[in-house]
DNA sequence: CGATTTTGACCCGCGC
DNA sequence: GCGCGGGTCAAAATCG
């Protein structure tokens, strides 16, 4: 009786041992991934830089009236968000001047809504809408329904290169709580994936978990999964180069993904 | 009837 | 000074 009590401690013990080599296994192989990682982040950003410079000597190149004459929207966009290279080349310290706080969001919406309407959760009054030279697509021009206690504005452009995506530009911040038209900021006309990218501080937010789009008739429509790719190719660079600037994303994309494969062991296969 | 949108006119800064 | 382009105004139209 004792025998067979001890054999089955004995059964238990191996089991445990076995259990825990399998782990230092896999902790083993987290650690080489995390470093491997770690390498195409660094490859990544020094790529970016490599970039930026390229990007600063053609743009130093063109002279003042050239620039004018030769801008694009890309190099307007690029300036935008990095602030104006000519005053420093290293796209590193942004500019601290009194303007108001300017933050882009790109939004993906149905190609076939051609309202210029972002929902985020705040009331807007339309006040004008242009034709602007590069984009045939109109731009509307939104100010706070709090105004003018609130001197938000903001700007509603479809993207020149890809009419699905709204781009609204807005300047200054508000002053007083999101108030809900209904639901929330994730109500009719919001995003599958929503990306900010402020001017005057380097933030992003990046939400890919929702592969659709909520639809004005307050449906969840699935996102067709072959659109994807077609993600602006200029658009992913600037998001790629502000996500490969920030050792806060490393840290956290590091964490995400090590949730991930111990959430699905069978992946690391 | 008040709030909101539409849209042409106007203003302003910039480059030539 | 002129033209261009972006931004704003404000009267009319529309909506709820």
Redesign the pocket.
């Given at each position: 009786m004792e025998t067979l009590a001890k054999a089955t401690d004995d059964r238990i013990i191996s089991a445990n041992k076995h259990e825990v080599g399998i782990v230092r296994a896999k902790l083993n192989q987290m650690s080489k991934e995390n470093k491997i990682l770690t390498e195409m982040v660094s490859i990544m950003q020094a790529n970016y830089t490599a970039l930026c410079t390229q990007f600063f000597n053609l743009v130093t190149e063109i002279s003042?009236?050239q620039k004018?004459?030769n801008r694009t929207p890309e190099i307007d966009s690029f300036n935008q968000i990095n602030g104006n290279p000519s005053e420093d080349c290293s796209f590193k310290r942004l500019r601290e001047d009194p303007k108001p706080k300017i933050s882009k969001v790109y939004v993906q919406t149905d190609p076939s809504d051609l309202s210029l309407v972002v929902r985020d959760g705040y009331?807007?009054?339309?006040?004008?809408?242009?034709i602007?030279?590069?984009n045939p697509s109109p731009?509307a021009?939104y100010r706070c329904?709090f105004a003018p206690t609130c001197p938000v504005?903001k700007?509603v452009q479809r993207a020149a290169e890809d009419q699905s995506i709204l781009v609204a530009t807005y300047e200054g911040e508000h002053e007083h709580g999101q108030f809900s038209q209904g639901v929330g900021s994730m109500q009719s006309g919001s995003l599958p994936y929503f990306v900010s990218i402020s001017s005057s501080c380097p933030t992003i937010t990046l939400d890919l978990t929702q592969e659709g789009f909520w639809r004005d008739d307050g449906k969840f429509s699935r996102q067709n999964e072959s659109t994807l790719p077609e993600f602006q190719p200029v658009l992913v660079e600037q998001i790629a180069s502000v996500l490969t600037k920030d050792p806060n994303f490393r840290n956290a994309l590091a964490v995400a993904i090590s949730g991930r494969m111990s959430r699905h062991p069978s992946a690391q296969n």
């Amino acid at each position: 009786m004792e025998t067979l009590a001890k054999a089955t401690d004995d059964r238990i013990i191996s089991a445990n041992k076995h259990e825990v080599g399998i782990v230092r296994a896999k902790l083993n192989q987290m650690s080489k991934e995390n470093k491997i990682l770690t390498e195409m982040v660094s490859i990544m950003q020094a790529n970016y830089t490599a970039l930026c410079t390229q990007f600063f000597n053609l743009v130093t190149e063109i002279s003042p009236s050239q620039k004018r004459k030769n801008r694009t929207p890309e190099i307007d966009s690029f300036n935008q968000i990095n602030g104006n290279p000519s005053e420093d080349c290293s796209f590193k310290r942004l500019r601290e001047d009194p303007k108001p706080k300017i933050s882009k969001v790109y939004v993906q919406t149905d190609p076939s809504d051609l309202s210029l309407v972002v929902r985020d959760g705040y009331g807007w009054r339309k006040y004008g809408q242009k034709i602007t030279r590069y984009n045939p697509s109109p731009r509307a021009y939104y100010r706070c329904s709090f105004a003018p206690t609130c001197p938000v504005k903001k700007k509603v452009q479809r993207a020149a290169e890809d009419q699905s995506i709204l781009v609204a530009t807005y300047e200054g911040e508000h002053e007083h709580g999101q108030f809900s038209q209904g639901v929330g900021s994730m109500q009719s006309g919001s995003l599958p994936y929503f990306v900010s990218i402020s001017s005057s501080c380097p933030t992003i937010t990046l939400d890919l978990t929702q592969e659709g789009f909520w639809r004005d008739d307050g449906k969840f429509s699935r996102q067709n999964e072959s659109t994807l790719p077609e993600f602006q190719p200029v658009l992913v660079e600037q998001i790629a180069s502000v996500l490969t600037k920030d050792p806060n994303f490393r840290n956290a994309l590091a964490v995400a993904i090590s949730g991930r494969m111990s959430r699905h062991p069978s992946a690391q296969n």
